[in-house]
C-alpha cells in the first residue's frame, strides 16, 4: 500500500541552526501538507501546497519558514532559524483530493 | 481556537462492545469531517470521512454519524478490539473549491481496549 515517507525520522539541531524537513508524498497525490504538533497539544495546519505553490498557509507559518518540492517526488520544510518553541512532531501529509493521509513524522528536537 | 472539540481525553471500552467517540465543531464553514487513528511516535492514520450532505457514512466496523444542527458527529466502533486501543482525533475541513483544504484537528480521545 502507498504510503508517505517523512525522513529524517528524528532531529536533533541547536537553536539558531535551520533543519530541512524531507517528505516522499503518495506518488499520484496532488495536494501536499504539513502539520506539527506539539508535545500534549492539538494537531495543527502549517500550510498545504498545490501546482506548485502555497494554496494556503497558518500563522504559525512566518517568514522562517518554506517549503519546496523539488523535483517530482520530494517535498520538503525548512525552518531558516529554529526557535526552542519549534520543537514538536512534524507531519507531512498528501491528498488526492480531500482524505489526507499522513507520514509516521519527524520529531524535531531543538536545544 | 477551539473550533473542534473532543471533550473526552479518554474511553474505556470492554472487547466486543461498540466503543463511541464524540466530536462538537462551532464553525458553520465546516463542511467535511474525518476521523483518524494514532499510535505513538506514527502518523495519524485515516479511518473514515463524511461530507455534510449526510448524515450517515459506513466502513466495516467503523460508523460516522453527523448530526449539522447540533454540530455534532460521532464515532462508533463495533465490536471493539484490542487494536483498536488508540488516539482518535475527528478532523474538519471548510467548505472550498478543490482540495488542498486545511483540517482543524480536535485534541484527541485516547480510547482503550480492555479484554
Known amino acids: 500500500e502507498p504510503e508517505v515517507t517523512q525522513t529524517p525520522s528524528h532531529q536533533v539541531t541547536q537553536m539558531g541552526q535551520e533543519v530541512i524537513l524531507r517528505c516522499v508524498p503518495i506518488s499520484n497525490h496532488l495536494y501536499f501538507y504539513w502539520y506539527r504538533q506539539i508535545l500534549g497539544q492539538k494537531v495543527e495546519f502549517l500550510v498545504s501546497f498545490y501546482n506548485n505553490e502555497i494554496s494556503e498557509k497558518s500563522e504559525i507559518f512566518d517568514d522562517q519558514f518554506s517549503v519546496e518540492r523539488p523535483d517530482g517526488s520530494n517535498f520538503t520544510l525548512k525552518i531558516r532559524s529554529t526557535k526552542l518553541e519549534d520543537s514538536a512532531m512534524y507531519f507531512c501529509a498528501s491528498s488526492p483530493f480531500t482524505e489526507a493521509f499522513f507520514g509516521q513524522g519527524t520529531r524535531l528536537t531543538v536545544v | 481556537d477551539q473550533q473542534v472539540k473532543q471533550n473526552s481525553p479518554s474511553l474505556s471500552v470492554q472487547e466486543g462492545r461498540i466503543s463511541i467517540l464524540n466530536c462538537d465543531y462551532t464553525?458553520?464553514?465546516?463542511?467535511?469531517f474525518l476521523w483518524y487513528k494514532k499510535y505513538p511516535a506514527e502518523g495519524p492514520t485515516f479511518l473514515i470521512s463524511i461530507s455534510s450532505i449526510k448524515d450517515k457514512n459506513e466502513d466495516g466496523r467503523f460508523t460516522v454519524f453527523l448530526n449539522k444542527s447540533a454540530k455534532h458527529l460521532s464515532l462508533h466502533i463495533v465490536p471493539s478490539q484490542p487494536g483498536d486501543s488508540a488516539v482518535y482525533f475527528c478532523?474538519?475541513?471548510?467548505?472550498?473549491?478543490?482540495?488542498?483544504?486545511?483540517?482543524?484537528f480536535g485534541q484527541g480521545t485516547r480510547l482503550t481496549i480492555n479484554p
Open positions: 478532523a474538519a475541513s471548510p467548505a472550498g473549491v478543490g482540495g488542498a483544504q486545511k483540517l482543524v
Open positions: 464553525n458553520s464553514m465546516f463542511d467535511y
